[in-house]
């Protein structure tokens, strides 16, 4: 069975541009923070496997929301 064409407008240039902006400040944003942190807490960032952990909680809370939300209705 075939899926019904979406009638759902795509993301134009400007959301795409506003996205990658947003996504630009907070990578600059925790590089500034990591770099103002005391030695011994630079060391557990850099030394440890914390940005990995980091990574795998976000793209399972990210999977979890997504497979969570409801069916669109027709008509919406």
Known sequence: MADAP?????????EVVLIAAAAVAVVLGAAVLTSILPTDAQQVVFHTP???V???VGTGW???RIARRPPATPGR
């Open 50 to 52: 914390l940005a990995i």
């Open 6 to 14: 979406r009638t759902g407008r795509q993301p134009g240039w400007r």
């Open 62 to 64: 990210l999977l979890w």
């Open 54 to 56: 980091v990574l795998v």
